[in-house]
């Protein structure tokens, strides 16, 4: 999936000619905390609330104003990977998209990646969850999908988590198998460590309570 599938177009640009006071009341709209400001398709730069209220921009045209604007963007044939990164790092609520002239094409909304998410991790389809935990060096992707696979099994999605001031790591795995004790015999002769296991129901909590926590990060 590349940005250009997910550019919304529901939320416009601020001019160069408007002013602070139409951009808080469009923020207040949309409910985000930052927008971009464009001269015709050129992409200048994103404004946000908090510089806005700080410098008191809210009479005055953005031609008029002297604003330290950040610039970050995506271009069209970016992964959405590269779009959660930039979003989360730089914690933002829009994050722009430019085409491969460089010009502005719209942005993407961080709320708007709750559905992302949901379809790359195969929240949406039935099926189980495995949690493992090993060392760094142990990950093989190829061996954890044999023993998968020798039961009878799919993997639907794959992520790690590096546990932070540790050499371990989590890898979770959604299954199309809602039974998994045949799985977690497997693994544990292999000597894995299977830290959890979840069913279809378990999973969607935990990921609801994953994604409230990674938005409530975005929005501090």
Excluded at 99 to 105: G, P
Excluded at 113 to 119: E, K, N, Q, V, Y
């Amino acid at each position: 999936m590349l940005a250009k599938d997910i550019v919304s177009d529901y939320i416009p640009p601020l001019k160069v000619t408007e002013n602070g006071l139409i951009a808080l009341n469009w923020m207040d709209e949309f409910k985000v905390s930052h927008l971009p400001i464009v001269d015709g398709t050129e992409y200048l730069g994103l404004v946000s609330e908090t510089e806005i209220y700080d410098a008191q921009l809210a009479d005055e045209p953005f031609t008029k104003c002297k604003l330290s604007l950040i610039r970050p963007y995506v271009l069209e044939n970016q992964h959405v990977y590269e779009v959660i990164k930039m979003i989360s790092n730089i914690n933002l609520t829009v994050l722009p998209v430019l085409d491969e002239e460089l010009q502005y094409a719209g942005l993407i909304p961080a709320a708007s990646l709750t559905h992302i998410f949901a379809t790359l991790a195969a929240t949406r389809e039935p099926g189980g969850i495995l949690v493992l935990e090993m060392n760094n060096l142990d990950y093989t992707l190829a061996q954890i999908a044999q023993i998968v696979e020798s039961n009878d099994c799919k993997i639907l999605s794959c992520y790690v988590n590096h546990i932070p001031d540790s050499t371990r790591m989590e890898v979770t795995l959604k299954l199309n198998r809602q039974d998994l004790s045949p799985i977690i015999q497997t693994f544990n002769r292999y000597n894995y460590n299977v830290k959890a296991s979840f069913h279809q129901k378990e999973f969607g909590d935990d990921m609801k309570n994953r994604w409230d926590s990674f938005m409530n990060y975005l929005n501090m």
